[in-house]
């Protein structure tokens, strides 16, 4: 395991050596490479803006943040970041992590996929939320240090992740696509399946029980 990059030290608790062996378990190369980048393009952010965040929680969330893409922790009838947020708020209780913590970690893994909201939140949500964006869609790409995104990639590949992560995306909630009614993942759904619709919100609110 890497001790430093790119200026940031990798968390090595036995909480956060857990927590990685979980992921090693469970996911795959495409989602260890992928959140391990993820922490550490949050992680370089904050550093670079100064901000005061715990890094052993912005490297549990990034661990725990696409868990709920696999089969050992998708539910049947729940988003996936939802399903992430709740296996990772599962394993904190099991380390007395205190609530407020486990709440900052829910928030952040549940919230990584919102915009406009997750960016105002508390710095370990709007960083895992940086990270994210960096990484999927380039966000920040060129406001990025060329050498520490250089550095990261050469430790954490991405091994054509463009053309590899929408179908791992659409693999983790193909059997539950009304999941992403209202959020970015519909798109997931509609780039395999067009013919797919999914509620529409003028529809519900014209077609509810109210009488007018």
Known sequence: ????????????????????DILREHGDDLLWNHSNRVFLFGAVNGKKAKQNYDLELLYISALFHDLGLTKKYSSADLRFEVDGANAARSFLQQYQVPDESIRLVWDAIALHTTP??????????????????LDVMGDGFEQF???SREEIIKAFPRNNFK??????????FKHKP?????????????HFRPEY?????????LHSPWKE
Do not use: W
């Open 1 to 20: 395991m890497f001790q430093e990059i790119a200026g940031i030290k990798i968390p090595d608790s036995r909480l956060a050596k857990d927590a990685a």
């Open 116 to 133: 406009g909201v997750a960016e105002h939140k508390e710095a370990e949500v709007a960083l895992l939320f940086s990270g994210v964006g």
């Open 145 to 147: 240090d060329d050498d």
């Open 163 to 172: 053309q590899k992560i929408i179908p791992a995306f659409y693999e983790g």
């Open 178 to 190: 009304e999941t992403t009614f209202g959020n970015m993942k519909e798109d997931i759904v509609q």
């Open 197 to 205: 619709k999914n509620k529409n919100f003028c529809n519900c609110i």
